[in-house]
Each structure stands twice: as structure tokens, then as C-alpha cells.
């Protein structure tokens, strides 16, 4: 059982929540140790948060699941986890959660709450109407940079990040619906009903318009906000960027993949490698090259 409700906590899912340390690290406080510990913490409480998010999302899933080829095998599906003991579990983590997120910080409380309220409107409601469940995703990762940057005092971060965040959780969400239609073909409305307003051609139209604007946005980002080094030596990063995106569009279009976008993170080294390497030259460059005044 104990196996059984880890696997619906989904652990692979957290690392999602790296996202809570955007407002640490572009604010030049990663080696703060007081803001540190403060944004691991916030971070930690947001993974047992999204897990519990997962078992209420999976309770009301459980029987479009079973007619999903590969979600069948998911513990409530399939019967080896017991309803009731999920809901159980993911009540005791609320009550235990929420008030230690108010006591970290007020404004982290009501951004955990927010986190906690979107995803139950996307569970019974908004995952049902098109374009809006995908931007209902996209909240999510905001909500979590929002999540960082409420339990540090902000000075250098920019609201530039919010709308690259916005545009990078939208090309994922996206991503992952159009896996979903290719993968369950005519058998997907059964399976997600909101599929059934969704065709691959409309969702290549939406991944480029997507595409396009996380590229501008980032460049602008690079090149224009406040903070980062006064030789524009953080536009070094757009390649970076750049291969990423185009590296997921091969794994969506040509591999087939995208269902997962925790496992393409985890799991193929082009992708891990571009972005390791990304995050190691913005660390390079916030905390070595001088800043803009």
C-alpha cells in the first residue's frame, strides 16, 4: 500500500517544483543561507502540495484512467490502492500543510492556497474546457515562481520572468495535450473530454505562436531587464534557450513523446544537457559579470 500511494504521489512530478527557486537565484540570493533554506523549504512544502493535488486528481480520474493504455496502470485505476485511503492520506497532508505555509510566510500561505484552489477547479471543471485547461496548467508554474519569490524580499527580480514562465508552462501544456490526442487517437474523448475540441493541426498552430514568443520573450529578458550584467552577457544564454525548445518540438513530433515532461527532463541527455548548462551560465554570469545599475 505504502508503495502504492508513493507512486500516486508521483515523486517524478517535483521536479517541476524547481521552479520555486527562479525568484532565489535571479535575485542573486542563492547563497544567502537565510533565503536559501527559506526557499528549500517553501519548495519542499509545494512538492507534498502538487502530490497531493496528484491523489485528488486521480480520485476523480479513476475511470477515464482505466481506459487509458498506460494511466490503467496507476494504483487507484487498478485497484491497488483503496479510495478511501488516498483521500485519507491527502486530507492529513492539507491539514498539516497549509497552516506550516502561513506560518513560513502569509504571502507564500495564499500563494500555496491559490496553487491548491486552481488545481481543484482544474480537477472537477476547468480540465474540461478548451484553451482554459491549458492555461489552468500554466497558472500552476506561475503560481510556483510566485511561491519563491514571496518567501525572500525581491530587489532585482524581474516581472519578465513571470511571462517567460507563463509561455514556457503553455508550450509544455500544449505539448502534452497533443501527445495525448496522437497517442489515444479516436478513443480520446473517453479518455479526456476536452480532447474531443482539440485537432493536432490547431495545436501546431497554437506550440508555434507559443514557440516564438518564448524565444522574443526570453531574448527581451536577456537583453533589457533590470539587474542582469551590464554587457548583455546573459544573451550567451538564448542558444541555450533555443535548443531546448527545439530539442522537445523533435521529441513531441518526431519520437512521439511529450506525455511526460518530467521523464524528456529526466530521462533524455540532449534535453538535460542543454538545460544543465543553461542553468550553470546564469548562475555565472548573475553572480560573476557586474550588473546593470
Known sequence: ?????LQTMRPKQWTKNIFVFGALVFDKKLFVPEHFFGTLA?????CLLSSTVYIINDLGDIEKDRQHPVKRN???ASGRLKPATAAGVAAGILVVLLPLAFFLDVGFGVVAVAYLVN???YTYWLKNVVIIDVMSIAAGFVLRVGAGAAVIPIARFSPWIYVCMTLLALFMGFGKRRHELALLAGDAN????????YSLPFLDEIMGVVTASIVMAYAIYTFS???LPSNH???LTVPLVLYAVFRYLYLIHVRGEGGAPEEILLNDRPFLLAVTLWGVLVVILLYVA????
Open 1 to 5: 500500500m505504502i508503495k502504492a500511494l
Open 42 to 46: 517553501a519548495c519542499v512544502m509545494f
Open 74 to 76: 496507476r494504483p487507484l
Open 119 to 121: 488545481n481543484l477547479l
Open 190 to 197: 473517453n479518455h479526456r473530454r476536452v480532447l474531443d475540441e
Open 225 to 227: 531587464a533590470e539587474g
Open 233 to 235: 552577457s546573459m544573451m
Open 290 to 293: 557586474p550588473a546593470q545599475p
